[in-house]
């Protein structure tokens, strides 16, 4: 989908996707882990005994639209 | 740039995510209060014990509640900084401002709105514990399905551009992810764990509440990322004096 109706040189350039993808596992992965800990720890799985985090983001848990309990 | 733009893209979901607390304290906690109410109020009358509490109440719709939005929302717009980075130039010309507004209106179908029609948000009191396993599969499961048929879609969409002229690609691949939905709606298995008195007004706005959170978030995201990202990308970009973004 090049912009072929304006001059070539013109325009967005897209980032190659060898340049993106180190960025895109490693904090792809990192930020995802965040979202478990907001949205799943110590719920249907569990890293840490207890159950401290989800008691602690319980509310934006729920509040989110995660399933809670 | 990449790194550059995930950084612009991380702080603008921290300030959604303040946004989103603030929307959240005010329209989502009293629902959460009034639901716990009522979850006391069917364990007295059953005659148990109270559920001793590990974290009190202020601190989950204080402290906890900022925690769990703040850091759902950075997480958020890092993602979306980083599809952002994959997006933008490949789809036709949009310049930085529309690539962010479009991928976040996308996306805010793709990850919230679909896949909540199927398994919307409940508040306490709502959900059996011992299905919580069975019932986040089922939710993840469904976010997958409904990115995966977005994606298939915009795909249908560019592949029939030429073809169809754009309102007309965009109309047929629209219909085909409904088709998607449709067909997945009906496939999963459907959970209304729902207590029968329970009140459907306090349920009601709880669903409403949490959609208008995510609603901020994706908005301040969509449209804050664009405006952030645009001074980086434009170093890349070789525009013409006089051209301007679409």
Redesign the interface.
Known sequence: ?S?T???P???????P?R??LP??IF??LM??L??Y????EE???SLIRG??VH??????????????? | MVGKLLLRGMLVGLVAGILAFAFARVYGEPQVDKAIAFEEQQAQAAGEAPEPEMVSRATQAGIGLATGVLVYGAALGGLFSLVFAYAYGRLGSLGPRSTSALLALLGFLAVIVVPSLKYPANPPAVGNPETIAYRTELFFIMIVISIAAMVAAVGLAQRLWSRLGAWNASIVAGLAFLVVFALVKAALPDINEVPENFSATVLWQFRVASLGIQLVLWAVVGLGFGAAAERVVAARDQRGPARRYA
């Open positions: 989908m912009d109706t304006f001059a040189t013109y325009g967005p350039v897209a980032i996707v340049e993106l960025w895109a904090a792809g930020l995802m965040a979202i800990f907001v949205g799943a719920g249907a799985t159950t401290a008691e602690f983001v319980h509310d934006g848990r729920h509040l989110l639209g995660f399933p809670c309990h």
